[in-house]
């Protein structure tokens, strides 16, 4: 690999023998706005030497941040009109061959199929206003789209004593976790799990009870197709839905008051029910 230019940094998250994500930054100010969260993710930064030794094959993935301008975000939104996954600060476009994800008008990824190379632009004083949180988002966003093609799950939820709380975008604070039945395991910000111990899968409801309620296999399983951190174009592969059904049936589902749960005032404190 040619020598590396000093603007450009590096930071490389490893999922077993799987997959490999490359994040390069063409500068320093576009790494400082990921690089708390990236850290949180599990991504460590490469210094020169461990650049050039980067294996390029079918499953590493090079993700490519530069600058952009809400200019050029607004008019894919604005002049593309197949628009054909939503959220309310997110939505996919069809351009071309391409997906093309926005997020609101802070951001843009291109991602080309069947290629492994993919375009981030960032809009950096727009981005950096809630750094945490949007860079947690697209983390969530991109990380869930090649896990997927591993037979691997994730969803918005945060690790706690008893097992995992399955929690909308906002009130998880944008941590999510990642499924994977075939390793019996989990990886959260906090580390892995095994699903091999006996694991709650938790629910939390505005309703006051004094009991925990369980859920049914069945009610478990709607619930979390509901939660899948999945945002594409493209249908959701049979394979994670069978993945689902499988993980549905080998935790137990249970409902708590969400006045109950104390969640972690610090990403090293574990949260509790």
């Known amino acids: 690999m040619a020598q590396q230019p000093d603007q450009l940094t590096y930071y490389k ?4 023998d799987d997959f490999t994500v490359i994040f390069k930054f063409s500068e320093v100010n576009l790494e400082e ?23 390029i094959d079918g499953d590493t993935y090079f993700v490519t941040i530069n600058s952009s301008s809400s200019q050029f975000i607004n008019r894919i939104s604005n002049q593309n009109k197949i628009q054909l ?8 476009h069809l351009i071309g061959a391409n997906q093309v994800y926005l997020l609101d008008d802070k951001l843009f990824w291109s991602k080309t199929p069947n290629r492994l190379r993919w375009e981030v632009g960032l809009v950096l004083s727009k981005f950096s206003q809630d750094a945490q949180k949007n860079s947690r988002l697209f983390l969530a966003r991109i990380l869930s789209s090649i896990a997927a093609e ?11 004593e008893e097992g995992l ?20 395991k989990i990886t959260t910000f906090d580390g892995e799990k095994s699903l091999k111990d006996e694991l709650e899968l938790i629910r939390l ?7 925990p309620k369980f859920m049914k296999a069945d009610e478990l399983f709607s619930f979390l197709m509901n939660g899948l951190n999945y945002f594409s174009i493209n249908s959701l ?25 104390k969640p972690r005032e610090a990403k090293n404190n574990t949260p509790h029910i």
């Open 33 to 55: 706005v990921f690089e708390r969260s990236l850290s949180d993710v599990g991504f460590e930064k490469l210094d020169f030497s461990q650049v050039s030794q980067i294996r």
């Open 150 to 160: 591993y037979n691997i799950f994730s969803f918005f939820g945060v690790p706690v």
């Open 13 to 16: 998250y490893a999922y077993e």
């Open 237 to 261: 592969p049979k394979k994670i839905t069978k993945s689902v059904y499988e993980f549905s049936q080998m935790v137990s589902g249970v409902i708590y008051p969400e006045e109950n749960f």
């Open 165 to 184: 709380v399955v929690l909308n975008p906002v009130h998880s604070h944008f941590e999510f976790v990642l499924i994977d039945n075939d390793r019996s």
């Open 205 to 211: 409801t505005q309703e006051n009870f004094d009991e």
């Open 85 to 92: 996954a939503k959220s309310e600060i997110e939505s996919v």
